[in-house]
DNA sequence: GCAACGGATGTTGGATACCATATCCGAATC
DNA sequence: GATTCGGATATGGTATCCAACATCCGTTGC
């Protein structure tokens, strides 16, 4: 066996079951290879971005090893890499934690994205196919289908693979990738407030128009309201942190001193 | 003794010395405690972005270990480090070398650059002071020193700071980070053409005049001229890297096929 | 009563030794 | 010439050990 077995029914990261066809037959298919590394960074960051280690939690070398059922060493090359993503915050001898961004930090996170997608958008437009129309509305098919469900969990990727679609024909990769990074990070935060159900169906809305706008090829428009749709999307996520987290340090103030 | 020596006289990442002073006395000044792991990132940034190891370059864990002093892990660590920032690539089983940037993303730098940091002096020139300014001119100053006296090493910092020194105003830490990557990248390449003098002048024409244009809070003019001034840059880079990397091609089929 | 001191304690940062495996390279083979 | 078959070598990873550091907590001293 290549993979590590858990003593005790933990997590367990298994490289097994994937690459084991038929005895005596040979594995056609490109096997995913992956480095124990590799799959601790990526079971680390969906955990941090899914808010299963909220802000601020402390995340100890020992039992992510323990319950991965890998040593110490993956698990702190995978630290290291989500650091320079920005979803993990080093203090020297003290660890890691979840990374916390200030309310000015996310002010800036939204007008930074702002900044690129409308520009991501505005470059992809002339470049669209009917193709490209019908996968968005595809997606924004399923969208909807998960919000009615209630499944919070999907949505996130649901959200990024429709503005993915729309700033693919754009062929720019590089920029691609940052704007990727932005989203893990807002998404983060905007999976707080999807209870709010008047930010759904805005959000819905919103994302309805600006497909209509791009399937019209009406590049300012479409641009106008990407922008706007981020934007807007910050103002609110803003005024609930700022509420959200002026009760809590009364809370914390409270509790301390009592 | 704190730190590690070297064995045999090679590079050495040493913890002492700062941390020394005299017997009985009390360090007054904040000792720089600083991780192996972060001051071999630093190290190796450093290198690699002054051009000591060139691009595709292999980075052995080993050697690297050896020549400063520290065994595999903080290297290890660092080099996952850098591979977040875009410095480094990973190839599993076959180790990290020097990242690549092809033309494509060598374009989109640039104008990701120019949206950003056109945006951020835009924002920056309303909250300027006269300290701002005399700070600029100091930093054009040293700039055309450093220019005069081939100082090409130094080059990459300053103009990084003057930049800087333009955007601080506008309180926006967090676009400034992500600026900042990709100055590390831009400056990585536009070192390679710094022989060619017509560009050092053009360059300092261009930043004299984005500071005549701040010191007169000409916003529009400012914001106009920055964007203008990264896209000259990058439009230079991209028609050297292409003529520099056809002719290295075909030394190589060359080589290859004698 | 309260601040300062001085251990316990636990965790990180790092070293070292060791091993399995993937990749590369050259030689032998067909 | 193309292919196969071994070594070399470096990486990815484990296990174990240790020093430095942070933090908690009880004690001392004022």
Same mark, same amino acid.
């Given at each position: 066996?290549?993979?590590?077995?858990?003593?005790?029914?933990?997590?367990?990261?298994?490289?097994?079951?994937?690459?084991?066809?038929?005895?005596?037959?040979?594995?056609?298919?490109?096997?995913?290879?992956?480095?124990?590394t590799?799959?601790?960074?990526?079971?680390? +960051?969906? $955990?941090? *971005?899914?808010? !299963?280690?909220?802000?601020?939690?402390?995340?100890?070398? !020992?039992?992510?090893?323990?319950?991965?059922?890998? #040593?110490?060493?993956?698990?702190?090359?995978?630290?290291?890499?989500?650091?320079?993503?920005?979803?993990?915050? /080093?203090?020297? &001898?003290?660890?890691?934690?979840? @990374?916390?961004?200030?309310?000015?930090?996310?002010?800036?996170?939204?007008?930074?994205?702002?900044?690129?997608?409308?520009d991501?958008?505005?470059? =992809?437009i002339?470049?669209?196919?009917?193709?490209?129309?019908?996968? =968005?509305?595809?997606?924004?098919?399923?969208?909807? %289908?998960?919000?009615?469900?209630?499944?919070?969990? @999907?949505?996130?990727?649901?959200?990024?693979?429709?503005? =993915?679609?729309?700033? =693919?024909p #754009?062929?720019?990769? /590089?920029?691609?990738?940052?704007?990727?990074?932005?989203?893990?990070? #807002?998404? $983060?935060?905007? +999976?707080?407030? *999807?209870?709010?159900? &008047?930010?759904?169906?805005?959000?819905?809305?919103? &994302?309805?128009?600006?497909?209509?706008?791009?399937?019209?090829?009406?590049?300012?428009?479409? @641009?106008?309201?990407?922008?706007? &749709?981020?934007?807007? %999307?910050? +103002?609110? *996520?803003?005024?609930?942190?700022?509420?959200?987290?002026?009760a809590?340090?009364?809370?914390? $103030?409270? $509790?301390?001193?009592?």
């Amino acid at each position: 066996m290549t993979g590590r077995r858990t003593l005790n029914g933990k997590t367990a990261i298994v490289k097994d079951a994937i690459m084991r066809p038929a005895v005596g037959r040979v594995a056609v298919f490109p096997i995913k290879r992956e480095t124990l590394t590799g799959m601790t960074a990526d079971a680390l +960051r969906e $955990r941090i *971005l899914r808010g !299963d280690y909220p802000e601020g939690e402390p995340l100890r070398q !020992d039992a992510i090893a323990d319950e991965f059922g890998v #040593s110490r060493i993956p698990v702190r090359e995978a630290l290291r890499q989500l650091e320079a993503e920005g979803l993990v915050t /080093f203090n020297p &001898h003290r660890g890691a934690v979840v @990374s916390t961004l200030s309310i000015q930090e996310i002010i800036e996170l939204f007008e930074v994205r702002a900044e690129l997608e409308s520009d991501l958008i505005r470059r =992809a437009i002339p470049n669209m196919t009917s193709q490209d129309d019908s996968r =968005a509305r595809e997606i924004l098919a399923a969208y909807d %289908a998960a919000i009615r469900n209630g499944e919070v969990m @999907s949505w996130g990727e649901l959200n990024w693979q429709f503005h =993915a679609v729309l700033y =693919a024909p #754009s062929n720019r990769l /590089f920029t691609l990738g940052i704007v990727n990074k932005l989203h893990q990070q #807002s998404d $983060r935060y905007m +999976r707080m407030l *999807l209870a709010l159900a &008047h930010v759904e169906q805005r959000a819905k809305q919103e &994302h309805r128009d600006i497909a209509v706008a791009a399937r019209a090829r009406d590049v300012k428009r479409a @641009s106008r309201l990407m922008r706007e &749709h981020i934007l807007s %999307a910050g +103002r609110i *996520l803003v005024a609930f942190l700022e509420e959200h987290r002026s009760a809590r340090a009364k809370k914390t $103030r409270r $509790r301390a001193a009592p």
